[in-house]
């Protein structure tokens, strides 16, 4: 059973910085490109970064590159976003979501069920 | 362009047939992905691909795509279906995903 267990959410103050880590289990970790998708509350989905399976391509949305980077560590299983200069407009639940596909994650399969990040003074 | 347009709203009588459109130019390269977020629950992909259904999603519901619109139909609503549903696709350069801004389906 695919298992996506997202930790590191919490209270951060405007600029701050936070990193969200993603411990996958239940699949062959490297076959498959990971996403991290986010929502803020009442609001719609917004892809914010993707990384193929074996790691060698990263994508990011346009409204977020620079400031959040992601990562994947084959032996440990886990994806990371690690995100900067974070204001109120970051507020969202963050999901690690993991695709049908090794390349680009364009079929966003298995989603974990999120850890909220809050951004305020 | 990287923005997909859904209609914010939609509703169905309950057995009649429903359309939900995602409109966008990355949408005349690539094919649209359908998910389906039910209230306190993550989405899940109903479409993918031309007109794909992953193993137990339901027949009534099916897509298609012309031009630079994709669409989800659902003929015969059930009470089941209502729920948010949002398009996605790679954006015109295809390096990243971009999501609509989903349509609320209400089943009356």
Excluded at chain 1, 30 to 39: D, E, H, I, L, T
Excluded at chain 2, 25 to 50: C, H, M
Aim: hydrophobic share 30%.
């Amino acid at each position: 059973e695919v298992q996506l267990l997202e930790s590191g959410g919490g209270l951060v103050r405007p600029g701050g910085s936070l990193r969200l880590s993603c411990a996958a289990s239940g699949f062959s970790f490297s076959n498959y490109a990971m996403s991290w998708v986010r929502q803020a509350p009442g609001k719609g989905l917004e892809w914010v970064s993707g990384i193929s399976g074996n790691g060698d391509k990263t994508y990011y949305a346009a409204s977020l590159k620079g400031r959040v980077t992601i990562t994947r560590d084959p032996s440990k299983n886990t994806v990371t976003l690690q995100m900067n200069s974070l204001s109120a407009d970051d507020t969202a639940m963050y999901y690690c979501v993991r695709d049908r596909y090794g390349a680009f994650p364009e079929y966003l399969q298995h989603w974990g069920q999120g850890t909220q990040v809050t951004v305020s003074s | 362009s990287s923005e997909l347009t859904q209609e914010p709203a939609v509703s169905v009588a309950l057995g009649q047939t429903v359309r939900i459109t995602c409109q966008g130019d990355s949408l005349r390269n690539f094919y649209a992905t359908w998910y389906q977020q039910k209230p306190g629950q993550t989405p899940e992909v109903v479409i993918y691909g031309n007109n794909n259904r992953p193993s137990g999603i339901p027949d009534r519901i099916s897509g298609s795509s012309s031009g630079d619109t994709s669409s989800l139909t659902i003929t015969g609503a059930q009470a089941e279906d209502e729920a948010d549903y949002y398009c996605a696709c790679r954006d015109s350069v295809g390096n990243q995903v971009v999501f609509g801004g989903g349509t609320k389906l209400t089943v009356l």
